[in-house]
């Protein structure tokens, strides 16, 4: 089943890099990316640096991203962004409940589900964020959370969208932080959360949901998580700002 799912690299580049920062790194990534095959490349990039990485990437394999999303087509949202803002700028994916977006600017599982529910609708394709913090891992309620997190943001959504949508498990005590969920572990949670999908859906909607891991993820571990059956490629946040890092990720995700 795992192999008809198409790997995804998504960088997070969170609050760095300017317009003219991102087109240096875009130069140098299209042109060392060129034909590379069997894996979904993307840039999830602050809102600033869009425009210019459009530029850029134009006529490339690399997709354009952004972080957040507002789930109002329009209005008195000062300081929002609104989904066909989004799409002039040739975004095709948006992070969606990103646990620092949950932890510092309080978005609430509902606020994901709309979220997701607009994004849909505007032909963008959402990365659903899930994960526990570290008291909830050691109180042994990591199923838990992520079965309830990954089934507020579906609530709503149709059974032909959500094969249309990507899930990132980011274990929050793992993000930023150097430590890393092992392999294994990683593997058994997006299964659970795979089998959430099945249980709201069915099981072959289900086995078409691509579950990325996210949290420390580097071109020296990512092989490892990328060889569990479940985990189809990787949101990365720090080690996607060096062009070469990035580089190294994407190959590692096309072998």
């Given at each position: 089943?795992?192999?008809?799912?198409?790997?995804?690299?998504?960088?997070?580049?969170?609050?760095?890099?300017?317009?003219?920062?991102?087109?240096?790194?875009?130069?140098?990534?299209?042109?060392?990316?060129?034909?590379?095959?069997?894996?979904?490349?993307?840039?999830?990039?602050?809102f600033t640096a869009l425009a210019a990485l459009q530029e850029t990437l134009a006529g490339s394999n690399?997709?354009?991203?952004?972080?957040?999303?507002?789930?109002?087509?329009?209005?008195?949202?000062?300081?929002?962004?609104?989904?066909?803002?989004?799409?002039?700028?040739?975004?095709?994916?948006?992070?969606?409940?990103?646990?620092?977006?949950?932890?510092?600017?309080?978005?609430?599982?509902?606020?994901?589900?709309?979220?997701?529910?607009?994004?849909?609708?505007?032909?963008?394709?959402?990365?659903?964020?899930?994960?526990?913090?570290?008291?909830?891992?050691?109180?042994?309620?990591?199923?838990?959370?992520?079965?309830?997190?990954?089934?507020?943001?579906?609530?709503?959504?149709?059974?032909?969208?959500?094969?249309?949508?990507?899930?990132?498990?980011?274990?929050?005590?793992?993000?930023?932080?150097?430590?890393?969920?092992?392999?294994?572990?990683?593997?058994?949670?997006?299964?659970?959360?795979?089998?959430?999908?099945?249980?709201?859906?069915?099981?072959?909607?289900?086995?078409?949901?691509?579950?990325?891991?996210?949290?420390?993820?580097?071109p020296e571990n990512i092989e490892e998580f990328l060889a569990q059956p479940e985990i189809d490629g990787?949101?990365?946040?720090?080690?996607?700002?060096?062009?070469?890092?990035?580089?190294?990720?994407?190959r590692a995700a096309s072998r």
């Open positions: 089943m795992a192999q008809t799912r198409t790997p995804i690299i998504a960088g997070n580049w969170k609050m760095y890099k300017t317009g003219a920062e991102a087109r240096e790194f875009a130069a140098a990534v299209r042109q060392q990316l060129q034909g590379v095959a069997g894996v979904e490349m993307v840039v999830c990039a602050p690399i997709a354009l991203g952004a972080q957040n999303v507002h789930f109002a087509e329009e209005g008195a949202y000062t300081g929002e962004i609104a989904p066909r803002m989004l799409s002039e700028f040739g975004v095709r994916f948006v992070i969606v409940g990103h646990s620092e977006r949950r932890a510092y600017f309080n978005e609430t599982d509902a606020m994901v589900n709309k979220k997701v529910q607009a994004a849909l609708q505007h032909g963008l394709v959402p990365i659903v964020c899930v994960g526990e913090d570290l008291a909830e891992r050691e109180a042994g309620q990591t199923f838990s959370i992520v079965e309830m997190q990954a089934r507020a943001a579906l609530a709503g959504v149709e059974a032909e969208q959500v094969a249309g949508v990507v899930i990132a498990y980011e274990p929050i005590w793992a993000i930023g932080t150097g430590k890393s969920s092992t392999a294994e572990d990683a593997n058994e949670v997006v299964r659970h959360i795979r089998k959430t999908i099945a249980e709201l859906y069915d099981q072959e909607t289900a086995n078409r949901v691509r579950i990325q891991y996210g949290g420390s993820v580097k990787a949101l990365v946040g720090g080690a996607s700002l060096a062009p070469e890092s990035y580089v190294k990720l994407v």
